[in-house]
């Protein structure tokens, strides 16, 4: 039978055990602070993994650059745009952040495939970019002075016509993977009235950084989850390499389409007797009337080249009194095909 421990045991054993615990816990957080342990949100995971919001990335890339130079020429100062940071969010954690006071727009995308769902996106863009801009086009110098007001019916007329340009310059970033056809179908100033997307729709945020002269601050597109993930479905589709065999039937037409439209092409054509080598000597003391051996026999065939491919051979002979070959070998496929 197993001894029974005294009080003072078991007192010494929980101490060593919460000793312990309280090291193992203290090098978790020290671990914790060295590797930046981020937290993970088990009751809404991530819809869309690295690889995708890199492709999202690069879009956005190309966006900027397309952009940047769209606002230099507009405001005829040096605009400088790149992509902040790519992220999953609630769109009423966005929403709610957002001032009261806000120059937003939505965006119809404009897919016509009937596979992928009617996409419209919100672009904000943030008070001192705005001013900014609207302050450049009326004839300032680009400068912005903090305030908080409502903008007025001229801001709003002159900025909707810049918004729907810069709405139109997504369809070539995005024309390599999906056809869309962007236009502004609303534009409000009141964060609160834009309630197109549900509240607890996941959206992705892509933030912009926009730089005017002195004023620097974002630009976000507000995309609904799962209208992008219909997208993404596309663009799986037109990476996936096709392993089905080609047809042989349109394969001889497709080259012989190929050799009609570069049959009227003019090629240098080289019949040659023999190749030979001779001394320098030999050459630079040839006198007319001297021979020169060829080692082949009287009959052979002359090689007949196209560039420094061999093509035929053939025999040399005379035809209307010019010199010719009558073709006696062919050897290149393609020339049978001719």
């Known amino acids: 039978m197993a001894d029974v421990l005294s009080q003072s045991q078991i007192d010494a054993l929980l101490n060593s055990f919460s000793s312990e615990g309280s090291k193992a816990f203290e090098e978790i957080e020290e671990q914790a602070k060295e590797q930046k342990i981020k937290n993970y949100d088990f009751k809404m995971p991530k819809k869309f993994t690295k690889e995708q919001l890199k492709v999202i990335d690069g879009i956005f890339e190309n966006y900027s650059r397309v952009l940047s130079s769209y606002l230099t020429g507009l405001m005829r100062i040096y605009c400088k745009v790149e992509v902040l940071q790519i992220e999953e969010q609630l769109y009423y954690e966005f929403n709610n952040a957002l001032p009261d006071y806000v120059m937003m727009s939505m965006i119809n995308m404009g897919i016509t495939d009937d596979d992928v769902l009617e996409t419209s996106c919100i672009m904000q863009v943030s008070n001192p970019i705005a001013f900014s801009m609207m302050d450049r086009l009326m004839g300032g110098g680009g400068s912005y002075v ?150 082949m026999p009287i009959d052979s065939n002359v090689t007949v080249k196209i560039g420094d491919n061999l093509w035929f051979d053939g025999k040399l002979g005379i035809k209307n009194k010019k010199k010719a070959v009558k073709i006696d070998n062919i050897y290149k496929d393609l020339g049978k095909q001719t």
């Open 146 to 295: 903090e305030q908080n007001r409502d903008f007025t019916e001229i801001e709003v007329g002159l900025f909707s016509n810049v918004l729907g340009k810069m709405a139109g310059l997504l369809k070539d970033p995005w024309g390599t993977y999906i056809d869309i056809n962007p236009t502004i179908t609303t534009i409000e100033t009141n964060a609160r009235v834009m309630q197109s997307i549900s509240p607890d729709e996941v959206v992705i945020l892509v933030v912009l950084e926009m730089e005017i002269k002195d004023v620097k601050n974002t630009m976000t597109f507000c995309i609904p989850a799962m209208n992008l993930e219909s997208i993404m479905a596309k663009f799986g589709d037109r990476w996936s390499r096709t392993t089905k065999k080609l047809d042989p039937k349109k394969e001889r037409e497709r080259r012989v389409s190929l050799l009609e439209a570069i049959k009227d092409s003019e090629l240098k054509i080289d019949a040659v007797l023999c190749e030979t080598k001779l001394d320098l000597y030999d050459v630079l003391t040839m006198q007319p009337g001297d021979v020169i051996p060829l080692n």
